[in-house]
């Protein structure tokens, strides 16, 4: 019965929340109760060449970001900034545009899902030369092309062609060649889904916060 109870009270206090605008002062609040739930969920989620940093503020969809290691970027989407909580899966060094075919396969499911929710990953992954085929909830993974092969040989890393490479990206290991071995990542586990989602509505903040609060209750 008390569990109920708390499970309810916090519930209310989330729609409360919702009937004004979400500031990390309202959330803050929050955070003693939300801090190991913050720490498990950046557990969960692989952010390429990066590291996940849990985040209770209002620009922070899934209450985490990922923050990338030097000399790599996350892809833009739709040429806007990228959001905060996207993989850094781009190496920040040159990249030839035209050893890549103009209309990117990406926005082709290979799961054949014509409608994705929000919440699949594949809605929102630029797998390059190749299309996104989601194999659970939160994970996906790259099927590249013909001629086309996994970045570091990950399969949550977007596709390209040996030639999209220039010379400089060897500085941050990537290999100019197929026949190279994969670059060692350290810690960071790339073959991981990312748990993504958009927006930076204040309702898909506290929807992704009750979302938690529940899990948290079942487990």
């Known amino acids: ?19 004004t605008p979400v500031t990390s ?5 929050l ?3 939300l801090s190991p739930l913050l720490d498990e969920r950046c557990k969960e989620v ?10 209770l503020n209002d620009s922070a969809i899934f209450l985490y970001e990922c923050e990338c290691d030097p000399g790599w970027r996350k892809s833009p989407l739709r040429g806007t900034d990228p959001l905060k909580f996207l993989p850094c899966t781009l190496p920040n060094c040159t990249i030839d ?12 499911k290979a799961s054949g ?11 929102w992954v630029d797998c390059g030369g190749g299309s996104c085929n989601q194999t659970s909830q939160y994970s996906y993974t790259c099927v590249c092309e013909e001629s086309y ?13 040996e030639c999209s490479f220039g010379m400089d990206c060897l500085n941050l290991g990537i ?9 060692d990542w350290g810690d960071i586990d790339v073959s991981k889904a990312h748990s993504l989602s958009r927006g930076k509505s204040s309702w898909l903040v506290l929807w992704a916060l009750l979302l938690g609060v529940l899990e948290l209750q079942t487990n």
């Open 113 to 123: 899902d014509r409608h994705p929710s929000i919440l699949n990953p594949c809605m």
């Open 175 to 183: 290999p100019l060649t197929n026949e190279s071995s994969p670059t």
């Open 31 to 33: 955070t003693p109760f």
């Open 1 to 19: 019965m008390a569990t109920s109870l708390a499970t309810l009270s916090r519930v209310l206090a989330a729609l409360l929340v919702l009937a």
């Open 46 to 55: 692989a952010c390429g060449r990066g590291k996940c940093k849990p985040l």
């Open 25 to 29: 002062d309202l959330l803050s609040p």
């Open 149 to 161: 092969s996994n970045l570091l040989n990950a399969q949550s890393l977007p596709c390209f062609k």
């Open 97 to 108: 545009p035209s050893c890549e075919r103009a209309s990117s396969p990406a926005q082709e």
